[in-house]
């Protein structure tokens, strides 16, 4: 549960304005000496519950011989931390926060012009503490709208929940005429201004609600901080208790302070494992119960070792997930607002960190600080090429997939590509090629390319989204960006990328032989035997022409997991003789009766009939267009179907053998009636590492 963050509040000061007259005439000045009288008692004492004092006085100019030229006001202070002046006026209000120790003492110093008087103020020592029915500390806090509650703008109806969210507190407490921020003070049932019959407790587990025949709320503000402490007596008696410290969602201030100065006490840098390369959460902290937390992403070289040297800005490379303050205990959070922030890395393993952040409510800190992050660990040189440096590479590996309509998705390497990234130590460049033609051997066609961060797909262009390189070290990869200006030309089985790095480095990449992405990747004859398969018949009618009936038949090794070997058929029987999708049928693209069409890839998918290996649905590995050859459908008496191959490939490899597989679903009915308009294929090649 993320709770928003409440500004600041500040307390209105009384302004005396004096009406400008017109200058009269010379006059002789009267004379005027102050005097100040003490009208309620010289000490006041408070329980260790604490509570509201007001002291009341006389303040008068009496004529003497003594010259004034201003209209004074009386001032009341007082040096001690749990003593609040609320106000000054024809009385004075104090507050005394509740006592948690010994017994304490302090002065109320009041002052008009030259005269004054003291206020002794004294506070018993805390008690026996109560027996609770009830005693929980609150993690989380928020201010329901007047409007849905249907309470005038100084009526405060609160929510509270406890860290586990197994105890909601419900209250509503009652302000001065006027006020739409919660003030510091006592708030009691008997006083009105806590309205007892709208406060409620409900518990879940186990579960139970609570009312109240009486209570008292204490309210602390320091700053963007309230502190709640609650007490509640219900009509037999029994005593409940709640505390809470932290921002109070939906608490909008009085007006927008000025910017602050930060200088945080330490910043710390913390991520988790399956977070996004690149993201950091960097803690600024204000003490040890509080910090600032900006979730960063270094888009420029993103690691798992720190955030790169730059500029990061709310709310793009600062996420929405960051909090203008987090409370270490809780969790809890409230919102940012707004953020800019200059990171930089000094050679003395120092990083200076400048900008401001701003809360959702226009609280603003501005920060330059110097200092150690703990969290981060910088690389010094090795074969991690760093920023602004050019860097040369000559591949040896070439592979891809040819996805259709022109567009060709390569990766050059010094190592094959392997697992979920590649071989330890090599290093990969991938590029998604849309050059608008289709070459006989599915060669890259030749032709300079331009990097398009806009992903516009355009012919002569090869895009962001799919495009990047990394140098992939202990099962870790450090990602090489490109940026505006980089460009790859192909002649004659070679490539030569110029690459511009999002962090200024420039990387030359070659690469010579065969550009062919021909559908095969098998390099030996296929032969399988096997039973216990699954097959999926899908029935699409007279779906390319009206002589033929189309079946699109997918045979699984497990189509539970998507996992292992694979075959997908497009079948064309004869519309006017057949009742099912039996009989023997023939390699061709001619659309004729009794005929399979050859393996082909539509739009990144499978099209056609194709053998691959599966992984999670998709064909990440092995695949195999079926060109040439025959299949033989045979239906059984028990409900299974037996599959009959001898194809060849795209490459001259054989592909042989027979399946026998139980129907996994039945697909679409086999019949001639209804039938869908279009078809989806299932098994998709897939295009992009997750980074």
């Not at 000496?33 to 009341?56: H, K, P, Q, R, Y």
């Not at 659309?591 to 082909?600: H, P």
Request: proline share 3%; hydrophobic share 35%; with cysteine.
């Amino acid at each position: 549960m993320r709770i928003k963050h409440l500004l600041a509040i500040l307390l209105a000061l009384p302004l005396f304005m004096v009406a400008c007259e017109p200058e009269p005439a010379p006059e002789p000045e009267k004379e005027y000496a102050a005097e100040l009288t003490l009208t309620s008692e010289a000490e006041m004492n408070f329980d260790a519950a604490g509570g509201e004092g007001v002291i009341t006085y006389t303040a008068k100019m009496v004529l003497v011989e003594v010259t004034r030229d201003f209209i004074p006001t009386v001032e009341a202070t007082c040096e001690a931390e749990w003593v609040t002046i609320n106000g000054v006026a024809e009385n004075i209000t104090f507050t005394v926060a509740a006592n948690k120790a010994e017994a304490r003492e302090t002065k109320i110093n009041v002052t008009y012009v030259d005269k004054s008087f003291d206020v002794v103020v004294k506070q018993a020592a805390k008690g026996e503490e109560p027996e609770y029915a009830l005693d929980v500390k609150l993690a989380a806090a928020e201010r329901i709208p007047s409007a849905e509650v249907e309470l005038a703008d100084n009526y405060f109806a609160l929510a509270f929940v406890d860290d586990a969210e197994n105890t909601e507190l419900g209250i509503v407490l009652k302000g001065a005429e006027g006020e739409t921020t919660l003030k510091a003070g006592n708030y009691t049932s008997e006083a009105e201004t806590l309205l007892i019959d709208a406060c409620e407790v409900f518990v879940w587990e186990p579960a139970a609600s609570y009312t109240f025949a009486d209570g008292i709320v204490t309210v602390a503000v320091e700053g963007e901080t309230y502190t709640f402490d609650m007490e509640f007596a219900d009509a037999d008696g029994k005593l409940y208790h709640f505390t809470y410290e932290g921002t109070v969602l939906n608490m909008e201030p009085a007006e927008k302070p000025e910017p602050e100065a930060f200088v945080p006490v330490k910043v710390e840098a913390y991520r988790e494992a399956h977070w996004d390369l690149g993201n950091f959460e960097l803690q600024l902290f204000i003490n040890d119960s509080l910090y600032h937390s900006l979730d960063m992403q270094d888009n420029v070289n993103p690691n798992d070792k720190y955030l790169s040297a730059g500029s990061y800005a709310y709310s793009t490379t600062i996420t929405d997930w960051s909090n203008f303050v987090v409370n270490v205990e809780t969790g809890e959070g409230a919102y940012l607002g707004a953020a800019e922030i200059e990171l930089t890395h000094n050679e003395d393993g120092t990083s200076t960190i400048k900008g401001y952040i701003e809360s959702e409510y226009g609280q603003r800190l501005n920060i330059d600080w110097t200092g150690v992050i703990a969290g981060f660990t910088f690389s010094t040189g090795g074969d991690t090429p760093q920023p602004g440096e050019t860097v040369e590479f000559t591949a040896t590996y070439f592979g891809g997939t040819y996805y259709g309509d022109g567009n060709y998705y390569i990766v050059v390497s010094d190592a094959e590509v392997t697992g979920d990234f590649g071989v330890n130590g090599a290093t990969y460049y991938y590029f998604d090629i849309y050059a608008g033609v289709e070459t006989e051997d599915l060669s890259v066609p030749n032709g300079t390319y331009t990097f398009d961060a806009s992903n516009s797909y355009a012919n002569g262009t090869f895009t962001e989204e799919y495009g990047y390189g990394f140098l992939y070290t202990d099962g870790v990869p450090t990602w090489y960006l490109y940026a505006e200006g980089s460009k790859l030309t192909v002649s004659d089985n070679k490539i030569v990328a110029e690459l511009i790095l999002t962090d200024g480095a420039k990387h030359i990449v070659t690469y010579e032989g065969s550009l062919s992405l021909a559908g095969a990747s098998i390099t030996e004859d296929i032969e399988i035997n096997a039973t216990g398969w699954d097959v999926i018949v899908e029935y699409y009618g007279q779906y390319y022409n009206d002589d033929t009936d189309n079946y699109y038949i997918q045979l699984f090794e497990d189509a539970e997991s998507g996992n292992g070997r694979y075959f997908v058929l497009d079948l064309l029987a004869d519309y006017a003789t057949c009742v099912d999708h039996s009989g023997t049928f023939t390699c061709s693209d001619s659309y004729g009766i009794n005929t399979f069409l050859s393996g082909y890839v539509d739009d990144g998918y499978l099209a056609g009939s194709w053998y691959a290996e599966l992984e999670d649905g998709a064909a990440t590995g092995v695949k195999a267009p079926l060109t040439e050859g025959t299949v033989t459908v045979t239906l059984n008496g028990d409900g299974t179907q037996t599959y009959t191959f001898d194809c060849t490939d795209d490459q001259g490899y054989k592909i042989t053998g027979s399946v026998t597989a139980n129907p996994y679903s039945s697909g679409y009915a086999l019949s001639k009636g209804a039938q869908p308009k279009s078809k989806s294929y299932a098994i998709q090649l897939p295009k992009s590492i997750v980074r």
